[in-house]
């Protein structure tokens, strides 16, 4: 019995040996069929070869190193770490990169735009980011808005691209001028060997500042968006599954964000998805609806307990009139909690839409006061020797004054954007840590109505500004007040049916009440009597069908109360409304 045993373990044996053996050989012959053994049976990994555009900055391009460089290049990097692949990159032209894709140069591409017909030709990974097109002109182009305008136009376009694409499909009847990168489709547009050109968003802001291409500008900001990502063969799901793992790992742990933000953080608006909606939308929209239900019953128990008492205090009057002022402070109380949470929402919605925007031209106007300031003495020196030339249309005599002052204006208004955005946050609370200053009321109307000026030119042909002498400075933040200004004008424009009707504007010192004055009336159509005392409540307009929010006269009352000072309104239905602003002066005199 044991020898019978034993025999079967040897008899085992040999076939378990016999089958390694011939599966040894069979792997041998399948992988070294042309004389040579796979590198990655014996632990070497395979190399990936990942292709890109050689200058689509700031996505992909070479640097001045020589070596690949950008969002793209850096995420793959990100990718192949976390997921143990070495990678090689072999950056060039985009059509050369597309046709090496197909014929197996490389194995990947590290971005490329979606559409049907690219969905034919190759797997796509999932988007990792959004493009954006827009259409570029000279600042002496006739104005466009839309890409229907380009028809029969010259336009620079880069070759292979998702543009590119999209035109010829569309039948594009204008001339299409394609070229090599982006950067030759924009230094054609700024040489004037194109009417326009057609490039995607941040690669062109990126390549105008790099370039110094001064003369160009984004004359529309969206006319196409394309989803964003990784591009294999057809058939190649295995790669593009790793890619996908890889993004996901990535963004889990934050090194997505943080790639995002190095490159793109500031020049491109932030992408919502469906998760962050439904994220936030839980975080707000749950609390609001307990709160909501819990405001509905009480004030459902309030009115109960208010009838019962009725009844009850009915024999003594004054127990009645105390059960009747609870009632409106009660009241007011639940108005006020259901403001707050109204504006909570608002200003979750519009921050991110409104900060972004702001930020780009907060980063790119001091590079433009610095090179306005680098050349100023270069052109001085030019005018000195060849006398006046022109510059911008204009003669360089005027431009050199006013340049600057266009530049400090971008840069002022920019940042009175972000100080509106500050105060729809601090609506409920209120910010007394703001700089305080002394205030010119005279220049800050009259910065208010350079601000306002097209406004004002399209809605009335008569406006009178009598500016008031000898009137002391008030103490506060000029900012704000300003913004306040600017708020009066542009209701009292808004308010006038055509341009006949006119505005008038006056500034003046109360020495009874010692408060300096600002007086706006318009000949506008006027707010019904019933109105008036709702003016400052937050969300309160009579032009909810033509955009307004009820935010503006809400948020200048609240910044006028902290200067000290109050809005008084006077109107008549048809005939027009008189806004009267006064702010305690300061002055020396007044406080000895």
């Not at 609506?427 to 208010?448: G, P, Q, W, Y």
């Amino acid at each position: 019995m044991t020898i019978s045993y034993r025999s079967e373990i040897r008899s085992r044996a040999r076939i378990h040996f016999i089958s390694f053996l011939s599966f040894l050989l069979i792997t041998v012959f399948l992988t070294g069929k042309a004389g040579s053994v796979d590198l990655s049976a014996q632990g070497a990994p395979h190399v990936i070869v990942v292709g890109g555009d050689r200058d689509y900055p700031p996505y992909e391009f070479i640097d001045k190193n020589g070596q690949p460089a950008g969002f793209n290049v850096e995420l793959t990097k990100a990718i192949a770490d976390v997921m143990g692949m070495k990678v090689e990159f072999k950056l060039g032209g985009w059509s050369e990169q597309r046709s090496a894709l197909q014929n197996g140069h490389v194995d990947v591409l590290e971005g490329m735009s979606l559409s049907e017909e690219r969905v034919k030709e190759v797997e796509f990974s999932l988007p990792y980011a959004m493009v954006n097109h827009a259409v570029f002109a000279r600042r002496d182009s006739p104005m466009v808005n839309s890409l229907a305008e380009l028809e029969g136009k010259s336009v620079a376009v880069h070759r292979g691209g998702i543009m590119h694409d999209k035109l010829v499909r569309e039948g594009f009847s204008g001339s299409l001028q394609l070229t090599p990168t982006p950067a030759d489709a924009l230094r054609l547009l700024a040489a004037g060997k194109a009417d326009y050109a057609i490039v995607a968003i941040v690669p062109g802001m990126y390549i105008i500042r790099e370039l110094k291409l001064t003369n160009l500008y984004p004359a529309v900001r969206n006319v196409a968006t394309h989803r964003y990502g990784f591009a294999v063969r057809k058939g190649n799901t295995e790669l593009l599954s790793r890619f996908n793992e890889g993004m996901a790992i990535l963004r889990k742990t934050g090194q997505y964000d943080t790639i995002y933000n190095k490159w793109l953080g500031v020049l491109e608006p932030e992408r919502v998805d469906w998760r962050t909606i439904v994220k936030y939308g839980a975080v707000v929209v749950v609390p609001l609806v307990v709160l909501l239900g819990g405001f509905a019953l009480w004030s459902r128990t309030l009115h109960q307990q208010v009838a019962l008492r009725t009844i009850d205090l009915t024999r003594e009057i004054a127990e009645r009139k105390h059960a009747e002022e609870e009632l409106r402070l009660n009241q007011q109380q639940l108005v006020q909690a259901d403001k707050l949470a109204a504006l909570g929402v608002l200003v979750s919605g519009v921050a991110h839409e409104i900060n972004n925007p702001t930020g780009l031209i907060l980063l790119d106007v001091p590079i433009l006061k610095r090179a306005q300031s680098d050349t100023e003495r270069i052109l001085e020196e030019y005018f000195g020797v060849h006398g006046d030339f022109t510059i911008g249309g204009l003669p360089y005599s005027e431009m050199r004054d006013e340049i600057p002052r266009i530049l400090d204006e971008m840069q002022d208004g920019a940042k009175r954007i972000k100080r509106i955005v500050n105060d729809l946050k601090d609506f409920a609370r209120r910010d007394d840590t703001a700089n305080k200053e002394h205030i010119d009321l005279n220049t800050v109307v009259r910065t208010a109505l350079r601000l306002v000026d097209p406004t004002i030119r399209k809605a009335t042909n008569h406006l009178t500004v009598d500016y008031g002498e000898g009137i002391p400075p008030i103490l506060g933040n000029s900012q704000r007040i300003e913004q306040v200004v600017v708020n009066l004008i542009l209701n009292a424009c808004q308010a006038l049916p055509d341009a006949e009707r006119g505005i008038w504007i006056k500034t003046l010192f109360n020495r009874a009440t010692a408060s300096v004055i600002l007086v706006a009336r318009d000949e506008g159509i006027g707010i019904a009597h019933e109105n008036l005392s709702r003016l400052t409540d937050p969300f309160f307009t009579t032009k909810r069908e033509n955009g307004g929010t009820g935010l503006g006269l809400s948020v200048s009352d609240g910044i006028i109360k902290e200067h000290g000072g109050h809005l008084d309104f006077e109107s008549v239905l048809g005939a027009g409304t008189t806004v009267t602003l006064s702010i305690p002066a300061f002055s020396k005199e007044l406080t000895t």
